[in-house]
């Protein structure tokens, strides 16, 4: 069996959960590829501390370098704050190793275009991460629209929505500080989830006017004192997509404010025939429209029905830490050689895309212009 060795550099939320998803890789059925959490590379020690409790884990540093000379780790998994993704991928893949990276790929688009000509130079093999598409209902919604029926498109809505930074008590951290976080602010923290699904469908945005909003300018620092919160809070994107030779509306939704939305995930594709709608507030419904003598909208009811099988009851519900496990799984197979039909994590290409989009649309909030994008 194909052995896949990784090493985690930040071993903060993403860093924790990756771990978890390794724990229990052997609940995949029949997967060709065995992974393990071997290293584990983090500055802060009580950080290092947490990551004795995984067995498999033999190196623990506070010097990503070590990890990367470390010849049995295969793959490195980055989870850092945005500013040091150039720095730390390139160092990987010059390294000589295989990366999943963590959105949004570099701090703007001139760091993800360099990140990319490295990994094209080096020949390795480097995918980002976005794993809300491997819900069932993420699935089953590409599928709607792949196996046609939706007549023509009228409308395509996807976004991300969170609310905790309605309370302006809330400490402020690097995600909501430009200089770590980057100019792109929630699009940079959201907008990879927003896009991996359209981007796969075909829908790249040729135009896009962005309203962009900061909402609070300044939060608690944790120190008794306040600090400059300066990222965007929240930005709606109105972008044209060329789908066979017509302009169809597709807006991007990215908001850190969201009155009620705790971590909901969602797309919506409506066509003149069918329409098809998923959210993961509702996690295991799907809304299908169809158009026959009468209109109706169909909710229909999923289970467990993963890309990649496991050993779960297929009427058990899905949760994050499943679908972690299946994106890494993607990246598994798709690195072997061996994804076949399924799904595939977000290319170096869509994620110099998705910066493409950003800059675009800071630009159309600067100056209040539609701005092409490709
Ligand atoms: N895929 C997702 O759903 C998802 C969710 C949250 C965050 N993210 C992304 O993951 C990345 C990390 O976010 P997070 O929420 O885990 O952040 P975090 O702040 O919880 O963790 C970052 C960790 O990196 C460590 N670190 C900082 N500098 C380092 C260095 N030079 N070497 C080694 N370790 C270093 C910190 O000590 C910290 O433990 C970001 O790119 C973020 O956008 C992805």
């Given at each position: 069996?194909?052995?896949?060795?990784?090493?985690?550099?930040?071993?903060?939320?993403?860093?924790?959960?990756?771990?978890?998803?390794?724990?229990?890789?052997?609940?995949?059925?029949d997967?060709?590829?065995?992974?393990?959490?071997?290293?584990?590379?983090?500055v802060?020690?009580?950080?290092?501390?947490?990551?004795?409790?995984?067995p498999?884990v033999?190196?623990?540093?506070?010097?990503?370098?070590?990890?990367?000379?470390n010849?049995?780790?295969d793959?490195?998994?980055?989870?850092?704050?945005?500013h040091?993704?150039?720095?730390?991928?390139i160092?990987?893949?010059?390294?000589?190793?295989?990366?999943?990276?963590e959105?949004?790929?570099?701090?703007?688009?001139a760091?993800?275009?360099?990140?990319?000509?490295?990994?094209?130079?080096?020949?390795?093999?480097?995918?980002?991460?976005?794993?809300?598409?491997?819900?069932?209902?993420?699935?089953?919604?590409m599928?709607?629209?792949?196996?046609?029926?939706?007549?023509?498109?009228?409308?395509?809505?996807?976004?991300?929505?969170?609310?905790?930074?309605?309370?302006?008590?809330?400490?402020?951290?690097?995600?909501?500080?430009?200089?770590?976080?980057?100019?792109?602010?929630?699009?940079?923290?959201l907008?990879?989830?927003?896009?991996?699904?359209?981007?796969?469908?075909?829908?790249?945005?040729?135009?896009?006017?962005?309203?962009?909003?900061?909402?609070?300018?300044?939060?608690?620092?944790?120190?008794?004192?306040?600090?400059p919160?300066?990222?965007?809070?929240?930005?709606?994107?109105?972008?044209?997509?060329?789908?066979?030779?017509?302009?169809?509306?597709?807006?991007?939704?990215?908001?850190?404010?969201?009155?009620?939305?705790?971590?909901?995930?969602?797309?919506?594709?409506?066509?003149?025939?069918?329409?098809?709608?998923?959210?993961?507030?509702?996690?295991?419904?799907?809304?299908?429209?169809?158009?026959?003598?009468?209109?109706?909208?169909?909710?229909?009811?999923?289970?467990?029905?993963?890309?990649?099988?496991?050993?779960?009851?297929?009427?058990?519900?899905?949760?994050?830490?499943d679908?972690?496990l299946?994106?890494?799984?993607?990246?598994?197979?798709?690195?072997?050689?061996l994804?076949?039909?399924?799904?595939?994590?977000v290319?170096?290409?869509?994620a110099?895309?998705?910066?493409?989009?950003?800059?675009?649309?800071?630009?159309?909030?600067?100056?209040?212009?539609v701005?092409?994008?490709?």
């Amino acid at each position: 069996m194909n052995k896949m060795r990784v090493g985690v550099i930040g071993g903060g939320l993403m860093g924790k959960e990756v771990a978890s998803a390794f724990g229990r890789w052997f609940v995949l059925q029949d997967f060709p590829v065995q992974a393990e959490l071997v290293a584990v590379c983090d500055v802060q020690e009580s950080v290092r501390e947490w990551f004795r409790r995984v067995p498999t884990v033999k190196q623990l540093t506070a010097h990503a370098s070590e990890v990367f000379a470390n010849p049995e780790v295969d793959v490195v998994y980055i989870a850092v704050p945005h500013h040091l993704h150039e720095s730390l991928y390139i160092e990987a893949l010059r390294a000589g190793k295989d990366l999943l990276a963590e959105k949004p790929f570099g701090i703007d688009l001139a760091a993800a275009i360099r990140i990319r000509e490295v990994a094209k130079e080096t020949g390795r093999f480097v995918r980002c991460s976005s794993e809300f598409p491997f819900m069932p209902g993420a699935l089953r919604v590409m599928d709607a629209v792949k196996n046609g029926g939706l007549g023509r498109l009228l409308e395509i809505r996807s976004g991300f929505h969170h609310s905790s930074d309605l309370d302006p008590l809330k400490p402020v951290n690097w995600k909501r500080q430009v200089k770590f976080c980057g100019a792109i602010g929630v699009m940079g923290d959201l907008g990879m989830h927003t896009i991996h699904v359209p981007f796969r469908l075909g829908y790249k945005p040729t135009r896009v006017y962005a309203q962009l909003q900061k909402i609070y300018h300044e939060r608690p620092d944790g120190k008794g004192g306040m600090a400059p919160c300066d990222t965007w809070d929240n930005a709606l994107l109105h972008t044209d997509v060329a789908v066979d030779g017509n302009d169809v509306p597709a807006r991007f939704e990215m908001k850190r404010l969201a009155p009620g939305e705790t971590n909901s995930w969602f797309i919506e594709v409506f066509g003149t025939d069918g329409g098809v709608r998923y959210n993961t507030k509702e996690p295991k419904t799907l809304h299908l429209f169809e158009r026959g003598k009468e209109q109706a909208w169909k909710r229909l009811e999923l289970g467990h029905q993963m890309a990649f099988p496991v050993i779960t009851g297929g009427i058990f519900e899905v949760g994050f830490p499943d679908i972690l496990l299946q994106m890494w799984a993607s990246f598994a197979a798709e690195r072997a050689g061996l994804l076949g039909h399924r799904l595939g994590c977000v290319t170096p290409d869509e994620a110099v895309a998705s910066h493409e989009l950003f800059a675009a649309a800071l630009l159309s909030h600067e100056t209040k212009t539609v701005q092409l994008v490709f």
